[in-house]
């Protein structure tokens, strides 16, 4: 059976596969994002979120829980006005950031990264070889705001939502209330495109169907 790592920590994440029927475990890695991006220096948003899901992939992929298995690294940035925008972390950067949206347009960057740990012989219980498969590709969605008045931006920002998602912003949680429209992948904006995993997983001669559950 094709074993599938998710190496991120976030629920939306594997709630997402989970709700898509694909079948994964979760072993976070320890990647300074700070200081990937540091040792790259600055690259543009697009390439950002590529840069730290492999970074986070590989990371994981060294691993001897890893082997045998692929593994999926994902990181989104979000792009305002020519800017990349991560985790605001505090509640200043978070309503400075929230303030300038509103009413307004960016695009969320969702980078993906496979690594394929299966030997490329074959394992001894007659497992399919792996492919030697490490890959990327990035799903963008443009996402258009609403007007937000200072009150609820206060109130959502007190809920501590916003603190830890790309772009201060959800989706699929409280924030959808403030996203007036999405023009492309709204898994992307999640924060994983499953049909962007389906096109990675099949480089690395894997169907998506492998991953669904038996019948």
Known sequence: MVRLILASQSPARTKLLAE?????????SDVDEAAVQAR?????????????????????????????????????????????????????????RMLRMSGNAGVLHTGHWLVDCRDTDGDDDGGEPGSGATLGAVASAAVAF????????????ATGEPLHCAGSFTIDGLGGAFIR????????????????LRGLLASANVRITDLWPAP
């Open 20 to 28: 898509a029927g694909i079948q994964h475990s979760v072993l976070v």
């Open 40 to 96: 790259y220096g600055v690259t543009d948003p697009h390439d950002t979120a590529l840069l730290l899901a492999r970074a986070k992939a590989e990371a994981v992929a060294a691993l001897p829980e890893a082997e045998g298995a692929l593994v999926l690294g994902c990181d989104s940035v979000f792009e305002f006005d020519g800017e990349a925008h991560g985790k605001p972390y505090t509640p200043d950067i978070a309503r400075e």
């Open 146 to 157: 609403m007007e937000m008045d200072p009150e609820e931006i206060e109130a959502y920002i």
């Open 181 to 196: 429209k999405v023009d492309g992948d709204p898994h992307a904006v999640v924060g994983l495109s499953v049909s962007t």
